[in-house]
């Protein structure tokens, strides 16, 4: 049986958020597009990560927002300047969503769900001609140039006029980002990054006790501190879960770039932690050199200085005994508390993942330098940034601008 063909002007390889806003600007051009999707539904990741509540944006100054970028700000910030913050907002707002601020400076849809936004997302694009091609996955071009789909019912081969990739990177691959894609640029040419986890817990090497006492118990209202490669000193207070491997969580998370390198590095990163922030060190010690009569250490911890529970396993977890003699030094450990980790959890159970198509690849429109007509977007370029809503924006914007960019390519080359 002969290969199915299908003529577009732009096909969209990627069904999450990146490639169905670049379908929005094509359509909403005027231009023939088409999603493809591997799996049998749009927008899954994005639906999984709405499950507490969709963080759609955050609410801080431009600059700041930028900072979150780190060494890819500057490339990232000419499409966070064209579509950022105010304006995913009022593109919400425009297919029927209110937003509202909360108390951390994250912005939400108003009634916190994902599915709601999705359903009116993907009707929008249907009023605007969008088709979408569900179980497809594509495994690159053919010797004529035609992009090859694997189907339930046999082979597609699509000729597309542009090409706008916007495959995620490899975290969660059971919802579709599978990083499959990288071979098939390698083959092309194209330089890649190789994917790392990002946003991702670590491994810590526990005693059996701490690991079956306490895997799955939160540590809360904690300040990290931790040295950076570059010689800066990442400083932020949060919370952050014991597990049975090691740590993860949002603390953890918004470090995770810096703690992966120097593990390369180093083999090991050493993370500080303040389990009582609201005491200074000179006011700890004090209270800890207080008598404490017949009561038990684990007492006097937690009237004194609050230390109780998963905070008072881990501070014996990692502080030599005799420290527990000296209030003074015990005071030092609790307000700077070593923890040693080791390496990175897999990269399918991150959050996001760094690495991948470098923009030295690309140009200004994110299309390929070596493949002209084809553009990438989303997650599978190489930037990374921590939860709060910087994921799903820089997502957005820069398949917007990838629309933009293939709309652009087309009408020059035709012009």
């Not at 490639?19 to 929005?24: D, F, I, P, S, Y």
Request: with cysteine; hydrophobic share 40%; proline share 5%.
């Amino acid at each position: 049986m002969s290969d199915r063909e299908e003529n577009l002007r732009i096909a969209i390889i990627g069904g999450g958020p990146a490639g169905l806003m670049a379908a929005e600007i094509a359509a909403g051009s005027g231009l023939n597009a088409a999603i493809f999707e591997a799996k049998p539904s749009l927008g899954r990741k994005f639906l999984v990560a709405g499950k507490g509540g969709l963080n759609l944006t955050h609410s801080e100054s431009q600059e700041s927002f930028l900072s979150r970028y780190s060494d890819r700000q500057d490339q990232l910030k000419p499409f966070l300047d064209a579509f950022g913050p105010d304006e995913l907002r009022e593109w919400a707002q425009a297919i029927g969503f209110e937003t509202f601020v909360g108390s951390s400076g994250r912005v939400f849809p108003v009634g916190m769900q994902a599915a709601p936004l999705l359903r009116a997302w993907i009707q929008r694009l249907e009023r605007l001609g969008v088709r979408f091609f569900k179980n497809h996955r594509w495994s690159g071009w053919n010797a004529g140039g035609g992009l090859q789909f694997a189907t339930k019912a046999g082979n597609l081969v699509v000729k597309a006029e542009a090409v706008i990739l916007a495959m995620g990177g490899a975290s969660w691959p059971n919802l579709g980002s599978d990083g499959s894609w990288v071979s098939i640029l390698a083959d092309k040419g194209i330089d890649i990054i190789p994917l790392e986890p990002a946003n991702c817990g670590f491994n810590v090497s526990w005693s059996d006790h701490l690991r079956t006492r306490f895997a799955g118990a939160p540590l809360k209202s904690v300040v990290l501190t931790f040295n950076c490669p570059d010689g800066s000193e990442f400083k932020q207070r949060g919370e952050f879960v014991i597990t049975e491997h090691g740590v993860e969580g949002s603390l953890i998370y918004a470090a995770s770039k810096w703690i992966r390198e120097t593990i390369h590095r180093d083999g090991n990163a050493e993370i500080f932690l303040d389990l009582a922030p609201d005491l200074s060190e000179v006011e700890m010690g004090k209270r800890l050199g207080k008598p404490r009569g017949s009561k038990t250490l684990s007492t006097h911890l937690q009237r004194q200085a609050g230390i109780k529970g998963v905070k008072s396993a881990l501070l014996h977890e990692v502080t030599p005994p005799e420290i527990f003699r000296d209030p003074v030094a015990l005071a030092g450990a609790i307000k700077r508390l070593p923890v040693r980790l080791l390496s990175p959890r897999p990269i399918d159970e991150a959050i996001s993942t760094a690495g991948g198509v470098p923009f030295e690849e690309l140009d200004g429109h994110l299309m390929l330098k070596k493949l002209p007509g084809v553009f990438c977007a989303g997650e599978m370029l190489d930037w990374e940034a921590p939860t709060g809503g910087y994921l799903l924006t820089a997502s957005i914007s820069t398949g917007r601008a990838a629309g933009e960019g293939a709309v652009r390519w087309l009408r020059q080359d035709k012009s």
